[in-house]
């Protein structure tokens, strides 16, 4: 009958300090330093881009090795925020970025070079459209402040109308002018 293993327990300070939540452990920072260390953690658990997954966590909410995560960091793929004694800390929107790159790289066959170029452009599709967003929310805000547009009137002088209003036409003169050629 074979021998069953059992897993040796990780070496003193080197476990999993933060859980898959983002919670610390009894013996945790919450448990030292009181209700503002707690309430912070609180806060971090609802932000995807809370910074609270160590790189063993984050290789394994992921499905990948940890090199593979510090590979993917060299190459600009997934670049996790750095804690204090500069180990990474990767959010829940990089897991989901790690996931993307594996799903691009084993699904649909694309390199990583065209996983970056992808991820580049869809950050700039993103940023472009937060910006049309605002750009079209200043538009509305100025519309319901103002109420007047500016036009130039058919003599070039500057007139105010209403939105989506054409200025008036002048009236048309009902003067007759006669013109004779050689004078002038």
Known sequence: MPAMLTPEPP???RGLRVGL?????????????????EQRREEAVHDDDAPVFVISVAAELAGMHP????QY????????????GRGRRYSA??????REVQ??????????AGIKRIMELEK????????????AEEVHRLRQVSG???????????VATSVGRRPPSPSRSRALVLWRPGRG
């Open 73 to 84: 960091d060299r190459l600009g793929l997934v670049s996790p925020q750095r804690a204090p």
């Open 148 to 158: 007047r547009v500016f036009a130039a009137g058919a003599g070039g002088d500057i």
């Open 11 to 13: 070496p003193a300070g």
């Open 21 to 37: 939540r983002g919670r610390p452990g009894r013996d945790g920072p919450a448990a030292v330093g009181g209700a503002q260390e």
């Open 124 to 135: 700039q599709v993103e940023t472009l459209t937060d910006r049309v967003q605002l750009l």
């Open 93 to 98: 929107r990089d897991v989901a970025r790690l």
């Open 103 to 112: 799903r691009l790289s084993q699904e649909d066959g694309v390199n990583l």
């Open 67 to 70: 090199q593979t995560l510090r």
